[in-house]
């Protein structure tokens, strides 16, 4: 079985600009989170969602936004980037919302 | 608010050595935790699962504890190998399902 799968792996933007990731959860997994790690820091929570709604919000603004569609994929969006956005994004799936996480590879984002 | 305290941040031991890494949080009321590896660059590895009535958990080489009461648990890895370089997380399940993390502690076997 394929685990979460993360697309694209690496990609640079320019400040200002907006960029879409996107996820895949394992097979029959009807929650998917998205995370931020910047280098050195443990991974601050983004979203989460269940059964295509959201379910929670960490502590990012409104630049960042997110979907998930009837297969249960996912999107994150960040709108205008900064700098500061540069970090590793992962996104996490699990059967329901406590049941252990499984990580994706994450996508690499540079904003220059 | 959830804190997870990971300490110390780096260590690095010999081959062969029987090590414990820590973690610590300030909330008792979680449904798990979890330990998870990160290879430089990539992503997380699950490793344990403990899930918040369970004291511990095993695989192969490693052992996880939990004392939820204390906010406390270890990870115990057994005669270490330099392929166990790594950073090792640790993450606790709150009442809203989202993880919250420690820093982390970057591990070094040395040959």
């Known amino acids: 079985d394929a685990g979460v799968t993360q697309s694209p792996t690496h990609l640079i933007k320019t400040r200002g600009q907006q960029v879409t990731l996107r996820c895949s959860p394992i097979?029959?997994?009807?929650?998917v989170s998205w995370y931020q790690q910047v280098l050195g820091q443990g991974p601050q929570f983004i979203f989460q969602?269940?059964?295509?709604?959201?379910?929670g919000r960490g502590n990012f603004p409104d630049r960042f936004s997110a979907r998930q569609f009837p297969n249960y994929s996912s999107e994150l969006n960040v709108n205008a980037l900064l700098l500061g956005d540069s970090a590793l994004y992962l996104c996490?799936?699990?059967?329901?919302?406590?049941?252990?996480?499984?990580f994706g590879s994450g996508t690499r984002l540079t904003v220059v | 608010k959830q804190e997870v305290t990971q300490i110390p941040a780096a260590l690095s031991v010999p081959e062969g050595e029987n090590l414990v890494l820590n973690c610590s949080f300030t909330?008792?009321?979680?449904?798990?935790l979890q330990w998870f590896r990160q290879d430089p660059g990539k992503g997380l590895t699950s490793l344990l699962l403990?899930?918040?009535?369970?004291r511990e958990q095993t695989s192969g080489r490693l052992n996880a504890s939990l004392d939820k009461s204390s906010g406390r648990s270890t990870l115990y890895i057994a005669a270490s190998q330099p392929g166990d370089s790594a950073t090792y997380l640790c993450?606790?399940?709150?009442?809203?399902?989202?993880?919250?993390f420690g820093k982390g502690i970057t591990l070094s076997v040395r040959p």
């Open positions: 996490a799936s699990t059967p329901q919302g406590r049941d252990g996480y499984t």
């Open positions: 097979s029959g997994h009807k929650s």
């Open positions: 969602y269940y059964e295509k709604e959201e379910r």
């Open positions: 909330d008792s009321a979680i449904y798990n």
């Open positions: 403990i899930q918040s009535s369970q």
């Open positions: 993450a606790v399940t709150g009442a809203n399902s989202k993880l919250t």
